[in-house]
């Protein structure tokens, strides 16, 4: 086990140099809180659920603070369950795959990893924002844009529905998100 825990933690680590060679600012899901566990078993998905988490969390913090960039800890709750176009909950996460409303499919990761830098910029949604406060916040967004009075354009981002960070507005440093 030791041997895989080493190797583990070299593929975080070398993956973790790769994203900040990229960003100055590296939006990222809380880590702290609990994974859902699946398949192994409670007792060894709680153990490698945790462990992982750790050592993700603390490649971000070494390597991010030895290199310079800034790793800002946003909310998680249903960053993979909403349309990162329009920010509202109206799709439907299978698999590898994230299906709109409108019948447009997105490749679900790219999808939470966008919704997760929007929420770096969302004012209603904090870190601590507790989960359900969130949902309630996401359905009011979905309704306003049901009804009209929310442009469908639009997203939690300022900069409206980032699909990359070559997207970002030229004076702003460059950023990219993590969704675990």
């Known amino acids: 086990m030791d041997k895989t825990h080493a190797h583990i933690r070299d593929i975080v680590f070398q ?3 790769k994203v900040v060679d990229k960003a100055a600012v590296i939006a ?12 192994f078993g409670k007792n060894v998905n709680r153990r490698l659920a945790s462990w992982t988490k750790g050592v993700i969390a603390e490649a971000l ?3 991010s603070r030895r290199r310079g960039s800034t790793v800002v800890l946003v909310n998680p709750a249903y960053t993979s369950q ?11 996460r299978q698999g590898d795959q994230f299906y709109c409303s409108d019948g447009v499919v ?3 990761d790219q999808n939470a990893a966008r919704n997760v830098l929007a929420r770096l910029y969302d004012p209603d949604i904090e870190r ?9 916040i996401l359905l009011e967004r979905t309704e306003r844009l049901r009804l009209g009075l929310l442009n469908p354009d639009s997203s939690c981002s300022p900069f409206g529905a980032l699909s990359t960070e070559s997207e970002l507005p030229k004076n702003h440093p460059e950023q990219l998100c993590l969704g675990f």
């Open 15 to 17: 993956s973790v140099h």
């Open 28 to 39: 990222a899901e809380d880590l702290t809180a609990p994974m859902a566990s699946k398949s």
């Open 61 to 63: 913090d070494s390597v």
């Open 82 to 92: 909403m349309d990162s176009r329009t920010g509202c909950l109206d799709g439907k």
């Open 106 to 108: 997105l490749q679900a």
């Open 128 to 136: 601590f924002t507790p989960f359900k406060q969130v949902k309630a």
